[in-house]
């Protein structure tokens, strides 16, 4: 069984004032999520700003979500690092706090051999019961996770059960389905290519724009899985403006501007990352306008 079928968000993590982490604004981003149709909550992914987190603060963050959503839809913790050691005790920790999945990124920086990604993955998955999500972003880690060694892990490692692919190369993800026969959920972590990877069997999107768009971004998925095909298409093509801007800085910087937009009031971002370029920040809000997203 599939963790979740159709649009989840990867969230991002408000911050106060002096940064420290906002529980109380996480829970209402939670709540909106829930009233517009999010199927999955993904906390502590790139999105949530989880490379600057503390380890208590990162793991107290999965914790607060569980709690929130209490089962209404599935909560699955982002608990990948460069370091496995790392990866097996946050994905520990976020078992016992009853998260639903764990979505793990490939090793970033170490550029690992495919060799060492397979023992990567199969060392945490092996170090819980929880079925695993794989990210591969190549764009952000530097290392990519090739068909083949997906291929092996699902095959050979009981709960690695599906990948988040942002590698933005369809032609990749086609091999990929095309080795593992299908036998995998497939979610795209691309908000410009979800319809694309759901014609090859997809099963939804790990999605940025969720956070901004949650009721859009699940109808998208609905209708294709609907049969509405043009619908989703539709929806899928308005979009792309709207994801043009949420990517024309990196990201979380585009989106957590996009958030507070919105009148979440869900602060500033820790450094390396600063505000948004003025002229970026403009392009942002009349993309959004333009979506018909209502600003604050």
Known sequence: MAIFRGAGVAIITPFKENMEVNYEKLGELIEYQIANGTDSIIIC?????????????HLECIRYAIH?????????????????????????????????????????????TQKGLIEHFTDVAKSVDLPIIMY????RTGCNILPKTVAHLVKNVDNIVGIKEASGNIAQVASLMNLTEGNIDLYSGNDDQILPLLSLGGLGVISVLSNIAPRETHDMVARYFEG??????????????????????????PVKSAVNLMGFEAGGLRKPLTEMEPENKEKLIKAMREFGIQLA
């Open 45 to 57: 992914g790139t999105t949530g700003e989880a490379s600057t987190l503390t380890h208590e603060e």
């Open 136 to 139: 591969n972003v190549p764009g």
């Open 68 to 112: 929130k959503v209490n089962k209404r839809i599935p909560v699955i913790a982002g608990t990948g690092s460069n370091c496995t050691e790392t990866a097996v005790y946050l994905s520990k920790e976020a078992e016992k706090y009853g998260a639903d999945g764990l979505l793990v990124v490939t090793p970033y920086y170490n550029k690992a």
């Open 228 to 253: 509405d095909i043009k619908g989703s298409r539709e929806l899928q093509l308005k979009a792309i403006p709207l994801v043009e801007a949420l990517f024309c800085e990196v990201n979380p910087i």
